[in-house]
């Protein structure tokens, strides 16, 4: 072996290793910055949307007012969405992210309803920058592009987690999703403690559908045709026809490992509405708009929408999606005698 030169050999300790003082003073240095970047986050945090409070906080006392004051006729919706939401933010560390599946004919609420858990978590509410809208229409309009939309949703899903773990993802119109894409994402729903690094289990996935909507009207229907009340339907009349129906019926549920694999844990089923579930959403409206309208105009106004079945008309077809469009006629007709 070679000597050292005697240049190296001159060379002071202070090259390899850093005096006690120098070491405190980097120490220091390490911990002041770190002290400086956490003080600017939580100034930052005071007036841009972070993942924390005052921005993210959970109030389900909230959703339970917000859907006793307007969604009308859905008692097993009420009670499933908001024993859910408070059992899965109960947990400090959840086994998996929540999964809720919301089925019915249109205009039952099922839009309103993932609305108001957004904004009983998010201080923004659906505008928050983690709450996440998927509708399949627009962002996955071609069937045969359904390889390529999984690997994009499983991007969008990962990146946003990143950015915060208690984020939620809305899929509007599962039923026209591409057959199997929904299957992307089994790995962030599923039991697992972490997938590459992240942890997906506070995290809240909502799907919405029309499946198995014709399966509940038929059993609301056997329910008053033997002279039961609406009330008595329970979550166990419903849960496996609902169940069965999304599996089976063509849209983006159908014969998915989702299902399969039981990874949605509350199918909460939307009753069709009847004539005084319609009139509750009219009167709701014209509060809202400042609107005074006798008994009679209301029911004109229930009376212009579609029921079905023909012969007793009992539901509303279009729930009351339409009643804000028939006020707005309303208006114009009140305007127009007004002149």
């Known amino acids: 072996m070679k000597p050292l030169p005697l240049v190296l050999l001159l060379l002071p300790l202070t090259v390899t290793c850093l005096e006690p003082f120098s070491a405190g003073l980097a120490v220091g240095g390490g911990m002041v910055l770190s002290a400086l970047w956490s ?5 930052v945090c005071q007036f841009r949307e972070c993942c924390g409070a005052p921005w993210v906080r959970p109030n389900v006392s909230r959703l339970e007012e917000s859907l006793a004051d307007n969604v009308f006729g859905q008692h097993l919706v009420t009670s499933l969405v908001t024993r ?26 099922k839009n309103f309803v993932a609305k108001f858990v957004a904004e009983s978590l998010y201080k923004e509410g ?22 390529i939309y999984k690997l994009r949703v499983q991007d969008w899903i990962r990146g946003n987690v990143t ?9 509007d119109e599962i039923d026209k999703m591409p057959e199997g894409m929904i299957d992307g994402i089994k790995p962030f729903i599923d039991h697992h403690q972490n997938v ?10 909502i799907f919405l559908s029309n ?68 009139k509750m959403c009219v009167e709701k409206e014209a509060r809202t708009r400042n609107i005074t ?6 029911m004109a106004v229930v009376d212009s929408l579609s029921f079905w079945p023909k012969d007793t008309q009992l539901y509303s077809t279009t729930g009351c999606k339409r ?17």
């Open 39 to 43: 003080s600017r986050e939580v100034v």
């Open 84 to 109: 859910s939401i408070r059992a899965h933010l109960r947990k400090l560390e959840p086994k998996k992210a929540l999964v809720m599946s919301f089925h019915g004919w249109t205009g039952a609420g």
């Open 126 to 147: 659906m505008a928050s920058k983690y709450v996440h809208l998927f509708i399949s229409t627009l962002h996955f309009p071609h069937m045969e592009m359904a390889d």
């Open 163 to 171: 950015q915060c773990e208690t984020s939620i993802f809305i899929f």
């Open 196 to 205: 590459e690094g992240l942890n997906f289990r506070k995290s809240i996935f």
């Open 211 to 278: 499946t198995g909507g014709r399966d509940i009207t038929k059993e609301t229907v056997r329910f008053w045709s033997e002279g039961r009340q609406r009330e008595d339907i329970s979550y166990k009349d419903l849960e496996m026809l609902v169940n069965k129906g999304a599996f089976n019926e063509l849209g983006g549920l159908h014969r998915s490992a989702v299902i399969d694999s039981s990874l949605i844990d509350v199918y909460v089923p939307f009753l069709p509405l009847e004539r005084k579930h319609v």
């Open 293 to 298: 309208m006798k008994d009679e105009d209301m």
């Open 323 to 339: 009643v804000a469009n028939k006020l707005d006629l309303y208006q114009e007709e009140m305007e127009e005698e007004v002149l």
